[in-house]
């Protein structure tokens, strides 16, 4: 077991848990990253000793750009770096459940009925939160499934890994993190207020940060072997099957209920177990389907912000292209701000919140460039 560095310092551990949904569109067996809709983490702190803290806390995370930060020894990349957001904290695991685990099933008027499949397991394990010299990690080691797979590498999920996790200041802003409106921003408390000050990042010194629904945090890509050892710390890591995968205990997942292949043998599920799994999907109300104010379906905040593809090329359609995401961005402000001065409708914030979360590693040359882009973040 690793001894304790007098450098780090261990914040908070517990169970870990990643998850992938598959695109609306996707009707046959899911092979890689571009049938993927969302990918999600959940973490489960305990109190220290093993076992659940007596004020559960279950945190639901989205990943941006479907994966975790790579970890490049030697090199500085800008896919060693990604954001996560915090989309629900419940004390109660069947919030859980309900939101990504349970298929669900809408009526549109030009598609008829839309289903929307339920999230698949693909990672179990145990983290740690570190307070390590100047910074803190987020550190975890993979049980399930024992050896990573074709499944766990579209995703960057290794068997150990450890990535640097600060919290964004909600009221500065930072080029790749969406700027939320003052109804959607973090409900921090005073005390934490006044700790970022005018930062625009703060260390996971205290875990009650990640908490707060609408927290963004940027993780960086730090170390993928040794974990334990370099950061003095123990994970108390355990040998998992299927009959004793923490996804039944803690999520109350019932067996078969969910497709276990990706967990169990490290590649995506078949149409076969896909179709064997698929439990009777609830109906969605007309606030509810994704892309409207108030949806739920993958994540309250991040259905929200799934602005149609229409609405942005609409807006875009006389913009001159080449352009990079920022070009794009300026844009948009531009005919919003022209908009407001003519008294005409303005263009909604989550529009131009959308756009900002392109990928910003490229030129977008034609409408299809920036098109295929938002089935990237979706």
């Excluded at 559960?56 to 990943?63: A, G, I, M, Q, S």
């Excluded at 954001?83 to 669900?104: F, G, H």
Aim: hydrophobic content about 35%.
């Amino acid at each position: 077991m690793a001894k304790l560095n007098v450098t780090s310092k261990q914040i908070e551990q517990g169970d870990i848990f990643f998850f992938f949904r598959p695109k609306i569109e996707a009707t046959e067996e899911v092979k890689g990253i571009e049938e993927v809709q969302r990918f999600y983490m959940v973490i489960c702190p305990e109190d220290g000793k093993g076992k659940k803290a007596d004020n559960k806390v279950y945190r639901l995370f989205l990943l941006g750009a479907k994966q975790l930060p790579e970890i490049i020894e030697g090199k500085t990349k800008s896919t060693e770096r990604n954001w996560a957001l915090n989309i629900l904290t419940t004390s109660d695991p069947e919030d859980i459940k309900q939101e990504i685990l349970v298929p669900a099933e809408y009526s549109t008027e030009t598609r008829g009925k839309r289903r929307i499949a339920a999230a698949s397991p693909i990672g179990e394990g145990k983290y740690s939160i570190v307070q390590h010299d100047n910074h803190t990690e987020l550190a975890y080691i993979l049980e399930l499934p024992e050896v990573p797979g074709p499944t766990q590498r579209e995703f960057e999920i290794k068997k150990e890994a450890s990535y640097i996790i600060s919290v964004k200041n909600p009221d500065i802003s930072v080029k790749g993190f969406a700027a939320f409106s003052l109804a959607r921003k973090p409900q921090y408390s005073k005390d934490i207020v006044e700790k970022f000050g005018n930062r625009r990042w703060i260390n996971v010194d205290d875990p009650q940060l990640l908490n707060y629904e609408n927290t963004q945090v940027l993780l960086i890509g730090a170390r993928k072997k040794d974990v334990e050892e370099e950061l003095g710390i123990d994970i108390d890591e355990e040998k998992e099957t299927l009959n004793s995968s923490d996804l039944y205990r803690e999520l109350m997942i019932i067996k078969n209920q969910v497709p276990m292949e990706s967990l169990l043998k490290g590649k995506f599920p078949s149409k076969k177990e896909l179709d064997a799994s698929a439990a009777e999907a609830k109906e969605l109300s007309k606030d509810e389907i994704p892309g409207r104010k108030g949806g739920k379906i993958g994540g309250k905040v991040a259905s929200t912000k799934a602005v149609s593809t229409a609405a942005i090329t609409k807006l875009l359609s006389e913009i001159d292209l080449p352009k990079s995401r920022d070009g794009l961005v300026e844009y948009a402000e531009k005919v919003k701000s022209k908009a407001r001065q003519q008294g005409r409708t303005g263009v909604p914030q989550d529009i131009i919140d959308t756009i900002k979360e392109l990928p910003n590693d490229r030129s977008y040359y034609t409408m299809a460039d920036v098109t295929k882009a938002l089935g990237e973040i979706r």
